[in-house]
């Protein structure tokens, strides 16, 4: 794909060749299903459209230094997957469905993965939802699960750079009990006015409160956050908060680079002690932040203009695993034979 430019690739939907499908049906999932169509044929009344049973995940194909194509620590995608789908009583997508739709979506779009280098990687979607037909509020008979790839750059366009936050009082991403803690589109939604007003503020991305007490941090929209202070590495801890397979992962590296991990409740007071912060996820990776303001009472949190240097470090280390240019003694990257 000569015509792509890899390195100015924005983080969006950028239409390949094909996408892969499997349907859920009189209790057991079906074979494998490849199309060239980016549309699905959806009955009117199915529970997706109108009770939320739907649920996504986000994770990346990386062209190595070595050429190689590898993919990040997908079984504990496939494990949050099923935690969702359990959360709004939905069919479960077992592993090897799960692998299987993956490596053939990516393998049917392998000229769309970027060469290594250019900052940019494959995305690679893969979505349940009930597609059955129900009227009153109960879950769906048939699902339907779809995989589907776009090659994509940074998900901030600052890239690495630093970004602005906006603190938010008058919003919550989830319920206490809710489904915070699961990745469904509903959480998603309930983030888009927010996060567009904080856009037109001016700021890179909004940050919630926990919704019960509004006294501590809960995450981004899109990411978590983590703070460093005196050698220590600590994200918050909630029931409302979407387990973030790049956030274990950047606290297993935080240990191997001397520091201390806390995963606990972050009180907003808090924001002020912190040496760097961050927002971190599979499509940033890591945002730093270089400041947080509060809408409210206008108080800024500031951490510099330049990343701090142990989130370079664990930025870098994080992606130097995915990209096969050092060693991945975790065992997290899987290969890709043959691409």
Not at 5 to 11: A, T, Y
Not at 218 to 233: L, Q, S, V
Not at 292 to 314: C, N, Q
Request: proline share 6%; net charge neutral; aromatic share 12%.
């Amino acid at each position: 794909m000569e015509n792509i430019d890899w390195k100015s690739l924005p983080f969006g939907y950028y239409p390949t060749d094909y996408n892969v499908r499997c349907y859920w049906k009189n209790g057991k999932w079906g074979e494998l299903e490849v199309s060239s169509s980016e549309y699905v044929s959806l009955h009117m009344a199915a529970t997706a459209l109108h009770y939320g049973q739907e649920a996504f995940e986000g994770l990346k194909a990386y062209r190595g230094k070595d050429g190689k194509v590898r993919l990040f620590r997908w079984q504990e995608n496939a494990k949050r997957m099923r935690n969702s789908a359990s959360g709004i009583m939905m069919a479960q997508v077992p592993d090897e469905i799960f692998f299987a739709a993956i490596d053939k979506a990516v393998r049917l779009n392998a000229r769309f993965i970027p060469p290594f280098g250019t900052g940019s990687s494959l995305y690679i979607r893969p979505v349940l939802f009930g597609s059955g037909p129900q009227v009153g509020v109960k879950p769906a008979k048939e699902y339907l699960f779809m995989v589907f790839v776009s090659p994509v750059g940074p998900y901030f366009k600052e890239g690495f750079n630093p970004i602005a936050i906006e603190l938010v009082h008058d919003y919550d991403r989830a319920a206490p009990l809710g489904t915070g803690h699961i990745k469904v589109g509903g959480n998603y939604a309930a983030s888009l006015r927010p996060a567009d007003r904080a856009h037109a503020d001016g700021f890179g991305s909004v940050l919630f409160l926990d919704a019960k007490e509004k006294k501590y941090i809960d995450e981004a929209g899109p990411a978590n956050f983590f703070g460093i202070k005196n050698k220590t590495y600590i994200t918050p801890q909630s029931h409302t908060i979407l387990p973030s397979i790049t956030n274990n992962s950047l606290e297993v590296i935080a240990q191997e680079i001397g520091l201390k991990v806390e995963r606990r409740p972050v009180a907003v007071e808090e924001l002020a002690t912190f040496e760097e912060a961050g927002a971190c996820g599979t499509a940033a990776i890591i945002s730093p932040i270089k400041k947080i303001v509060d809408r409210d009472s206008k108080k800024e949190y500031t951490y510099g203009d330049i990343a701090g240097p142990y989130s370079t470090k664990l930025y870098i280390t994080l992606r130097s695993i995915q990209e096969g240019e050092i060693e991945d003694k975790f065992g997290w990257t899987t290969i890709m034979e043959g691409l």
